[in-house]
């Protein structure tokens, strides 16, 4: 699925702009990051794109979908595409990590073999399968993080958007974190990152997309973290 | 199918989980359906020794001649809440009173001629209708006089009436009462599982997969209180009777058990009606917001 974002604008009462004539295109399968200060819009670019945020102006289409005209249905459809992955990893305490995952193919009413299935591929592939009887407590940032990723794409969705997926680990498994996303990438899936990690993002390079106060600053094919001074 | 029994999980998951406030929706909407039931069995015994009070209640309406009777006969039983009309000729309101008399017939010798006027006997549907039939009756000239117990007739309607009010009145508090209990057991549910509701709807959990499980919840603790108190009215009722009966024999309450049959699925019907719409009313509110855009 294509993003495709036209002159969008998000600005939150009273008046703050959030952002301001956001042009942009995602092609299916691509590697975005959005790189930016603390608030220059990257997670409201997120969030409008999962369709927890309303643009205020312009034009926001995923593949067939026309976010700002959706009914609550087409919405669950919707977001059964799009993968999502938090920094704090937002895991349900009272699930293990197998639950955990299983948990968004049982929302979608998958049959319990299938469950099995899958969720032992996904947890094989992220690492995490000795780990899988464990409670999030138990787990340390970085397993956590691997968890919150098998559950972004345990359904196999066309886009995978990780806010901050490596904020709050080490760089040792921030780079673990990374690699298995660009894994998740090679095999199809969209990824938009938005990232403070100018390691990461000056190490694995990808599209850089930079925000500064709500404005699209930048858009580079395989850029680094800060502008090149011969871009 | 499967949905069906991942939404009963979660129901059964929700209920366990906060088993306190699960008990104490539960004891509080058993009490008030006990209020409710025990007011309608007040209810229905009252109103059941009104109709009888009722059925024995007589107009007797005095007329000046015999032919009056029969021409007066289909006007009285028109008038509304006459439920019977029966002709009492001279003749046998005197054997009546012989009957009434027993051993001291002497005295209807003394008499001589038969001083009983003709009269009508009159029944009435319900005690209220009394004063309108006796100033209708009044109002015909071949009718000399009426005679009925008017005061017990009023105050039995006023009793009756009565009744029905603090019935209506108490299912009212019990509705409202249990409604609200209901709702906001339901709140703190939906209140603990805020983040795994946002969860669900990030991954694309329908409102209704979402909802489901709280509403289920909503209905099967308000069937659970409302058969709780249908059993513990069974047991109340069922000890109460026993004591009016040999204390106030005279006084005939209903022992029915049809009428608890009734009774107890009106109230299970009540109590899951009242969870549904309660758990629906908080659960759909919270997901309508939820999934709404910033």
């Known amino acids: ?231 | 199918m499967r949905i069906f029994k991942c939404v009963l999980r979660d129901t059964l998951r929700l209920l366990l989980r906060h088993w306190g406030v699960s008990l104490l929706t539960l004891l509080t909407a058993a009490s008030v359906f006990f209020l409710v039931g025990a007011s309608a069995l007040l209810l229905v015994n009252l109103r059941s020794m009104v109709q009888k009070v009722e059925a024995g209640l007589v107009i007797q309406a005095y007329v000046k001649n015999v032919e009056d009777l029969q021409a007066l006969q289909g006007s009285v039983a028109a008038i509304p809440g006459v439920s019977r009309v029966e002709k009492v000729h001279p003749e046998e309101a005197l054997q009546r009173l012989g009957a009434t008399l027993q051993g001291h017939t002497q005295a209807l010798e003394i008499l001589g001629e038969n001083p009983l006027p003709p009269s009508f006997e009159i029944r009435l549907s319900r005690a209220s209708f009394a004063p309108g039939v006796v100033r209708e009756l009044l109002g015909y000239p071949q009718v000399e006089d009426v005679v009925y117990a008017g005061k017990l007739a009023e105050r039995m309607a006023h009793i009756s009436s009565f009744a029905g009010h603090f019935s209506l009145g108490a299912l009212l508090i019990a509705v409202v009462a249990s409604s609200l209990v209901l709702y906001n057991t339901i709140r703190i549910s939906i209140y603990s599982r805020r983040e795994e509701i946002s969860v669900m709807l990030l991954v694309g959990a329908t409102p209704t997969f979402v909802a489901l499980p709280f509403v289920l919840q909503g209905m099967v603790l308000g069937i659970l209180g409302s058969l709780g108190a249908s059993l513990l009215l069974g047991g109340v009722y069922a000890s109460f009777t026993d004591f009016i009966r040999e204390t106030v024999p005279f006084l005939q309450i209903i022992e029915d058990p049809r009428l608890f049959l009734r009774l107890g699925l009106i109230l299970m019907g009540g109590g899951i009606t009242l969870g549904w719409i309660s758990s629906w009313l908080a659960v759909g509110r919270y997901v309508r917001q939820a999934i709404r855009p910033i």
């Not at chain 1, 690699?179 to 969209?190: D, E, V």
């Open chain 1, 1 to 231: 699925m294509d993003i495709r974002i036209s002159g969008v604008a998000k600005v939150f009462p009273p008046d703050i702009v959030a952002l301001e004539d956001i042009y942009l295109t995602v092609s299916r399968g691509e590697f975005v990051y959005l790189v930016g200060t603390t608030g220059s819009g990257k997670t409201t670019l997120l969030r409008l794109i999962t369709r927890e945020v309303e643009a205020t102006r312009g034009h926001l289409t995923v593949g067939d979908f026309v976010l700002r005209k959706m009914k609550s249905l087409d919405l669950a459809f919707y977001r059964r595409d799009v993968g999502v992955v938090f920094q704090d990893f937002k895991l349900l305490s009272h699930l293990t990590v197998t639950e955990n995952v299983a948990f968004v193919l049982e929302v979608l009413g998958m049959p319990p073999r299938e469950i099995r299935e899958r969720v032992g591929e996904v947890l094989e592939r992220v690492g995490m399968w000795r780990r899988r009887f464990l409670y999030p407590e138990q787990l340390s940032g970085g397993e956590k993080q691997r968890v919150a990723i098998a559950r972004a794409v345990v359904n196999s969705p066309s886009i995978l958007l990780a806010d901050e997926p490596t904020g709050n680990l080490d760089t040792h498994t921030a780079e673990d974190v990374m690699q298995l996303l660009l894994s998740i990438n090679a095999s199809g899936t969209t990824v938009i990152m938005a990232t403070h990690n100018k390691y990461i993002v000056d190490a694995y390079r990808q599209r850089v997309v930079e925000l500064r106060g709500g404005r699209m600053i930048r858009d580079e094919k395989r850029g680094r973290y800060e502008e090149d001074e011969n871009f």
